[in-house]
T-cell receptor, first 110, second 116 residues
Framework: GQNIDQPTEMTATEGAIVQINCTYQTSGFNGLFWYQQHAGEAPTFLSY????GLEEKGRFSSFLSRSKGYSYLLLKELQMKDSASYLCAVVNQAGTALIFGKGTTLSVSS | GAGVSQSPSNKVTEKGKDVELRCDPI?????LYWYRQSLGQGLEFLIY????????KSGLPSDRFSAERTGGSVSTLTIQRTQQEDSAVYLC??????????????FGPGTRLTVL
């Protein structure tokens, strides 16, 4: 089976850095996605990792360690608009779907 | 707009009624997915279409759920004899042709289904 774990909630202040962790247990590995979802809106793509290491994209970076079954999303220079749910998802073994964690709700305060 | 669209945005129905939810994917996206998101739960995969065929229906929770896709475009998710536990946001996503595993899925805004 497949299991994705991430913290339920996190809080941070504007301008800070926050790291959202995700651990997974899967049968095979075909890649890991991070999505951002504002309340009442569609999830939007943030990053994709399939090889070990850090992928940087502006204020957001994502890291993957396949041997540890671990990923994190790093958000720098936090802004109020970053308050949202962050969803970790792995591609299923058949490559036909994403298996999502329950999401981490991030609250950014001033 | 060029994004994935879904209709209706909200649907309230009575227990036992049938409902149809519609998804219009991004033009040219051959892969289409349905997920549902219940309160406090992660997105749960329901079904995957490649063109008009559905090679993976493993996430459909019961035989009351069915989906079809016509013309390689629009998809309809049908829930028969709705139950209160079917209440959730139903999300549709599409992705472009290419290597399946790494294709980004673009999500629609969802249909919020409430079964009274």
């Amino acid at each position: 089976g497949q299991n994705i774990d991430q913290p339920t909630e996190m809080t941070a202040t504007e301008g800070a850095i926050v790291q959202i962790n995700c651990t997974y247990q899967t049968s095979g590995f075909n890649g890991l996605f991070w999505y951002q979802q504002h309340a009442g809106e569609a999830p939007t793509f943030l990053s994709y990792n399939v090889l070990d290491g850090l992928e940087e994209k502006g204020r957001f970076s994502s890291f993957l360690s396949r041997s540890k079954g671990y990923s994190y999303l790093l958000l720098k220079e936090l802004q109020m608009k970053d308050s949202a749910s962050y969803l970790c998802a792995v591609v299923n073994q058949a490559g036909t779907a994403l298996i999502f964690g329950k999401g981490t709700t991030l609250s950014v305060s001033s | 707009g060029a994004g994935v669209s879904q209709s209706p945005s909200n649907k309230v129905t009575e227990k036992g009624k049938d409902v149809e939810l519609r998804c219009d994917p991004i033009s040219g996206h051959t892969a289409l997915y349905w997920y549902r998101q219940s309160l406090g739960q992660g997105l749960e995969f329901l079904i995957y279409f490649q063109g008009n065929s559905a090679p993976d229906k493993s996430g459909l929770p019961s035989d009351r759920f069915s989906a079809e896709r016509t013309g390689g475009s629009v998809s309809t998710l049908t829930i028969q004899r709705t139950q209160q536990e079917d209440s959730a946001v139903y999300l549709c996503a599409s992705s472009r042709p290419g290597t399946q595993e790494r294709d980004e899925q673009f999500f629609g805004p969802g249909t919020r289904l409430t079964v009274l």
